[in-house]
């Protein structure tokens, strides 16, 4: 068995590739996860690019820049890459366990594809609605990304049953940990739909928000990284105070 990296009583995190380390787990309640979108840009060249010239579009000096792996693959090879890795999670999962994707407007047809292929029940898509995002005439604004959501089977009850459209504000300037941080207020919505005895499983940790939020709502995590660096800062979010949200 591989050795965690970091370890507490409700969290576990592992550094390397989810596609090794996930043969290795059982008893997931919940996969939630944001993987690399390999989009950004207009044409397909752009897929090709630095992570922070893709994802950044602000001048402010404090904002993170930091780079990130796996995110410049083309579409059939995204497709296979994300059928294998959701299909080690499906065989790690109960039954009745569910599955939360991000992804993005451009990857939205091919991660359910993924979706499916790894064996999921594909159930229904939840928008993200980002307020306060900058508006350009003729166009529609780039206010939203997307979860997908599906089940091995029938889905296990979860404690609350929210909206599939979210509102809640990005995380700005120097407040981000990671290119792609997603808010504690969004996933702790999003968590809602486990049960408190979920085992809750992110194999693309990122900088271990997913993991925070788990933990604030008194569920275990699981918390998978090629970076060690988010690993890291990861590991110093675990030991923060658990926030009272009763």
């Known amino acids: 068995m591989i050795k965690p990296y970091y370890e507490d009583s ?37 897929r090709s690019q630095k992570t922070s010239v893709k994802y950044v579009q602000t001048e ?47 990857q939205l047809p091919t991660m359910s594809d993924a979706l499916q292929h790894g064996g999921y029940i594909w159930r229904n898509i939840v928008t993200w609605w980002k307020p306060g995002i900058r508006m350009q005439r003729g166009r529609f604004s780039g206010s939203s990304e997307y979860m ?8 296990i009850s979860g404690e609350k049953s929210p909206q599939n459209v979210l509102r809640c504000a990005p995380v ?16 702790l919505e999003v968590l809602s739909v486990t049960t408190e005895d979920s085992t809750i499983l992110d194999p693309f940790m990122g900088s271990g928000t997913t993991l925070r939020a788990a933990k604030d709502l008194n ?28």
């Open 148 to 155: 997908i959501y599906g089940s091995k089977g029938v889905p």
């Open 172 to 187: 700005t300037g120097n407040m981000k940990n990671h290119i792609a941080e997603k808010p504690t207020e969004l996933l």
């Open 219 to 246: 569920r275990k995590a699981i918390g998978i990284e090629i970076e060690e660096k988010y690993c890291e800062i990861s590991a110093m979010r675990m030991q923060q105070e658990v926030l009272d949200l009763s």
């Open 10 to 46: 409700a969290v576990k995190i592992y550094h390397g590739d989810c596609r090794e380390i996930l043969p290795e787990l059982n008893g997931i309640g919940a996969v939630i996860t944001d993987p690399p979108y390999s989009s950004g840009g207009q044409f397909r060249s752009d």
């Open 60 to 106: 402010a000096v404090e904002t993170c820049r930091d780079e990130f792996s796996g995110d410049n693959l083309d579409q059939r090879s995204f497709l296979s890459w994300a059928s294998i890795w959701i299909s080690k999670c499906f065989r790690c999962s109960i039954d009745g366990s569910i599955i939360i994707l991000f992804t993005d407007w451009r």
